[in-house]
């Protein structure tokens, strides 16, 4: 099995190329999946445990996200949500 750059096995959180996707993206589907469960919002923390991925990893991913307005804080102590541009 393929090992990802945090040493993950590629299978894990959507890791890898699957149905031609990249990794990335694979990962950030998946932050949005579990964003969309959660609808009052996870912290970091909660989203790496989730998808059993590195916080730095949720992290890089989260800010790309934030800057496409596709999540957006929760609260000042409740982690991110599902942004603007997605919910409209």
Do not use: F
């Not at 990794?23 to 999946?33: D, H, N, S, T």
């Amino acid at each position: 099995m393929k090992q990802s750059k945090d040493g993950m096995a590629a299978d894990e959180a959507g890791g890898g190329e699957r149905a031609g996707g990249v990794q990335v993206i694979a990962r950030a589907a998946a932050v949005l999946r579990a964003l969309r469960d959660h609808p009052d919002g996870l912290s970091l923390g909660e989203l790496a445990r989730l998808l059993g991925l590195a916080r730095s990893t949720v992290q890089r991913i989260v800010e790309a996200l934030d800057r496409e307005q596709l999540v957006i804080a929760a609260s000042p102590t409740r982690g991110v949500r599902l942004g603007p541009a997605l919910l409209a």
